[in-house]
């Protein structure tokens, strides 16, 4: 990671590049710097960051953080470009396959897991890429995170929460679902009402519903699918 000094002319030559809509947030806007990286710049003043220094193929933690004043508080830092776009904005795709998203599911979580200590601040849908084509997930937004003992379940539950109600929502429409209230789904379902233990719950929920739902129309394998129509 570099430590750059740029001028207040320079920060404003960056805010005059191709802006990228996916990574936008309330307290920043990002530019695409270079082919695979982007620039995130502050919206009032500079901004304390604690997570430097990290590295992942998944989590677009700061790389290089650059200062017009202050060597203590960044103007801007880098981050790695990752495909796909924010879960708020697109959800996931009807026809992504079953084993596919757990696949990628199980994978997103590992990633968390080596960073038991970091507390993964507003880790929300607007924050979770998905990559529609490498059928992958990615996590943004990680300058406000902060360094908190054993805050890994934590942050797993937190982002199975968020697919769960990505899941249920906008795509089984769970409150008309003909499942609803068929009692080991329900029984499933009420730990991410509760916010307990759903990193473990949701890959058991989707298994269960896909048994279910396959024992009566035949074998499934969209996550589409599993939105079984009331009859």
């Not at 902060?146 to 769960?164: F, G, K, V, Y």
């Not at 009402?193 to 394998?221: M, Q």
Request: aromatic letters at 14%.
């Amino acid at each position: 990671m570099a430590h750059i000094f740029i001028t207040e002319n320079e920060l404003k030559r960056i805010k005059e590049l191709p802006e990228i809509g996916d990574y936008k947030g309330n307290y920043g806007r990002c530019f695409l710097f270079s082919g695979d990286t982007l620039i995130k710049t502050f919206l009032d003043g500079d901004k304390d960051i604690y997570m430097k220094g990290y590295k992942s193929n998944y989590i677009a933690f700061p790389k290089d953080t650059f200062y017009t004043r202050d060597i203590k508080r960044v103007s801007a830092y880098t981050m790695k470009l990752f495909p796909g776009a924010n879960l708020y904005t697109s959800g996931l795709p009807l026809d992504l396959e079953i084993d596919k998203f757990l696949e990628a599911y199980k994978i997103i979580q590992e990633e968390i897991a080596k960073y038991p200590d970091i507390y993964m601040y507003d880790l929300e849908s607007y924050n979770i890429m998905f990559d529609w084509y490498k059928k992958r997930f990615y996590i943004i937004d990680t300058d406000i995170w902060q360094p908190l003992d054993n805050s890994m379940e934590i942050n797993q539950d937190r982002l199975a929460t968020q697919l769960m109600l990505l899941i249920t929502n906008r795509i089984l429409k769970w409150r008309s679902h003909v499942y609803n209230d068929k009692k080991n789904l329900k029984e499933l379902y009420s730990h991410f009402v509760c916010f307990k233990d759903t990193r473990l719950v949701l890959p058991i929920f989707i298994k269960e519903l896909e048994k279910n739902v396959s024992s009566e129309v035949g074998k499934i394998k969209t996550l589409g699918e599993l939105k079984l129509p009331r009859k």
